[in-house]
């Protein structure tokens, strides 16, 4: 089945860096669109930004700049690569796989930004 596996989360000083990784296992990795969201506490959740399979990210404007997604397929990792944190960065942090019609995310993993 299919398993998403998040870490490389923390505590970080506003202005530092974070690289987040997601394994994946139970499908093909490299043919899928792979994702990150986050959420806020008291808020909803939101999308961070996404990879497709040949590559191509897109990135929410609130992170743009400051934030990369990349992909190991030879790994089954998705990255995300945080820069230049904010306090309003932390959030818990989900990967995120849509396949067909289903949806899956991981258990998420915390980031705090302390100013």
């Known amino acids: 089945q299919v398993k998403l596996v998040e870490s490389g989360g923390g505590l970080v000083q506003a202005g530092g860096s974070l690289r987040l990784s997601c394994v994946a296992s139970?499908?093909?990795?490299?043919?899928?669109?792979m994702g990150w969201y986050r959420q806020a506490p008291g808020k909803q959740r939101e999308q961070v930004g996404g990879i497709q399979s040949d590559g191509n990210t897109n990135i929410a404007d609130s992170v743009k700049g400051r934030f990369t997604i990349s992909r190991g397929n030879a790994k089954n990792t998705v990255y995300l690569q945080m820069n230049s944190l904010k306090p309003e960065d932390t959030a818990v942090y989900y990967c995120?796989?849509?396949?067909?019609?289903?949806?899956?995310w991981g258990q998420g993993i915390q980031v705090t930004v302390s100013s």
């Open positions: 995120h796989l849509l396949q067909r019609s289903a949806q899956y």
């Open positions: 139970g499908f093909i990795f490299s043919s899928n669109t």
